[in-house]
């Protein structure tokens, strides 16, 4: 079946030490967004690669980038997180931005 | 700046009611409106998508949109406990815009 998949499903990492999440896709989608969501409120959208055009969100702190090597990857990088990084990082994908997008299970982020 | 707006509950209801749900919209161009589902924990699940005004049905599940009201909702006939979710409205305005979540409305289905 075609999904989206996210690695791992949880994380655990130390304050400041650098953390990676990855995404992989078999729909052979365009678009490939990251959110953040915290407890109780909406997903926030951190960024999104159309192809490989990055588009960042202007209130997306330096701390997070991201990498898409080829169509079926995309990586969250959280370069020094912080205790307010804690949170549920979902990775969704579309054909193109007007789309409805299909996420993935997503990632449990604790930052100790 | 665009907004999403819902009611954020708890809205309660009797196994075997209709549960409405509702969304407003800032935006006025927006063309693409979509309902998930999302349980505790997990992720967002598409339910249905509507762009055009009127009614969409799919099942338990039917879509309004009201463009000139700027008014998106969604109906669960005979509901379940296992609808017990948050459901998450979004919108997509003109131009293919990111989409903006509307900050969820908790759905209780009490048996």
Known sequence: DAMVIQNPRYQVTQFGKPVTLSCSQTLNHNVMYWYQQKSSQAPKLLFHYYDKDFNNEADTPDNFQSRRPNTSFCFLDIRSPGLGDAAMYLCATSKARNNEQFFGPGTRLTVL | ?111
């Open chain 2, 1 to 111: 700046q665009k907004e999403v707006e819902q009611n954020s509950g708890p809205l309660s209801v009797p196994e075997g009611a209709i549960a409405s749900l509702n969304c407003t919209y800032s935006d006025r161009g927006s063309q693409s409106f979509f309902w998930y589902r999302q349980y505790s924990g997990k992720s967002p699940e598409l339910i249905m998508s509507i762009y055009s005004n009127g009614d969409k049905e799919d099942g338990r599940f039917t879509a309004q949109l009201n463009k000139a009201s700027q008014y998106v909702s969604l109906l669960i006939r005979d509901s379940q406990p296992s609808d017990s979710a948050t459901y998450l409205c979004a919108v997509i305005g003109d131009y293919g815009q990111n989409f903006v979540f509307g900050p969820g409305t908790r759905l209780s289905v009490l048996p």
